[in-house]
């Protein structure tokens, strides 16, 4: 979870803190005082509002690293990120546990992977993967600064044990990893404490973040699959979240100047594009419905704006604009642009001061 044209989410991109319920339980749990910490990282726990108190991920990861330490501090075999991992449930939108719990199989609870980006960590990317006969959900963090990359560490921890309490709850205690993948080059906690809490070799300074089990877990039938009830709790999550985006920065704006900035995006499928504003396809259609656009008109409305600018500079020719703005050739651009300006691009040209 992703270049565009709006910035790529900061370090300091706030969000809603939902999880607050299950810190507090983590943090009991541990014996630690989750206020203090709170305090320490700028937040006032006396006054937050889980639904509507919006935190820096940066924030965040800096009081998981906190609570970690201080967990150790009293309890050698415990690990903070595992504890609120156990511990992790959707409690202010309790629709995703329906649709979890409603899933046919694992492969399509992957849809929760798109809603985490929004609700938890916008920096956050979750996918799963097929490799060498065996599946996997690798984690990657995408627009973060260099320096705060190794800050990140424990919320890898933490999202493998929830998503490893999920996929158990869901497919049964017979569920097991075959190994864990982790970047992080020594952990916090002795390593056994790994090995204890996944019940599978896990394997420090390697190249990605990852877990990974038996392929045919992936599509094996979960015994609760209810289609009708799952279908419409995912309505709702997407209406929610909808709900959520700020007026400003409405899905259509973003969209827009995200194609202005990035014109190679033209030319890339509806997924990808979907993907660089952290939505799933199905979400930016929904949400430019909604707004009364869709995505063919907002594409041809940037590339005539783009194709103007350009001409007027005069410094690029006309197949080259054709190329750039994802036109297979120049006279597809050219019968475009007449729909568009009435006039023919190189007519355009002229008329605007350039041979």
């Known amino acids: 979870m992703p270049t565009t044209n709006t910035p790529p989410p900061a370090a300091s991109t706030s969000i809603p803190f939902f999880s607050l319920p299950n810190w507090l339980s983590a943090a009991a749990h541990c014996g630690i005082d989750l206020g203090a910490i709170l305090t320490e990282v700028g ?69 929760v992977f798109d809603w985490v ?15 060498d006969g065996q599946a996997g959900v690798t984690l990657s963090w995408q627009d973060l600064p260099p320096e705060l ?27 097991t990893l075959r190994s864990v993948s982790l970047r992080r080059s020594r952990p916090l906690v002795d390593a056994r404490v790994y090995e204890a809490h996944f019940q599978a070799p896990v394997h420090f300074g390697q190249a990605e973040d990852a877990v990974w089990f038996d392929h045919h877990w992936l599509d094996a039938p979960l015994k609760n699959a209810l289609p009708a009830l799952h279908q419409r709790a995912a309505e709702r999550v997407e209406r929610q979240l909808t709900d959520m985006a700020l007026p400003e920065d409405s899905v259509a704006a973003l969209l827009e100047r995200s194609l202005v900035a990035n014109p ?11 993907d660089t504003l952290n939505l799933h396809p199905r979400t930016l259609q929904r949400r430019l419905r909604d ?30 604009i054709s190329e750039r703005l ?15 300006a009435k006039v023919s691009p190189s007519h355009f040209r002229r008329i605007s001061g350039f041979p």
């Not at 889980?50 to 924030?59: I, N």
């Not at 933490?158 to 709850?169: D, E, F, G, I, V």
């Not at 001409?311 to 080259?320: D, N, P, R």
């Not at 994802?326 to 568009?340: L, M, N």
Request: proline share 2%; glycine share 4%; with cysteine.
């Open 43 to 111: 937040v006032d726990l006396a006054t937050i509002e889980p639904q509507t108190t919006r935190v820096s991920c940066e924030t965040i990861a800096r009081a998981m690293t906190i609570c970690a330490v201080e967990t150790h501090q009293r309890h050698k075999d415990l690990h903070f990120p595992f504890v609120l991992g156990t511990h992790f449930v959707f409690q202010y939108v309790p629709d995703i546990e329906t649709f979890l719990a409603t899933c046919a199989s694992l492969r399509h609870a992957e849809r």
């Open 149 to 175: 990359s190794g800050l990140f560490h424990d919320c890898v921890d933490m999202t493998m044990s929830a998503s490893l309490k999920t996929a158990r709850l869901l497919a049964g205690n017979d569920f």
């Open 117 to 131: 980006r929004v609700l938890i960590n916008p920096h956050l990317h979750q996918k799963i993967v097929e490799r």
């Open 291 to 320: 707004a009364g656009q869709n995505y063919s008109d907002l594409q041809a409305r940037v590339r005539f704006h783009l194709a103007s600018e350009w001409l007027k500079e005069g410094a690029l020719s006309v197949e080259l």
């Open 326 to 340: 994802g036109f297979a050739d120049r006279r597809s651009f050219t019968q475009a642009f007449v729909r568009w």
């Open 264 to 274: 190679t995006l033209l030319s890339q499928r509806l997924e990808d594009v979907a």
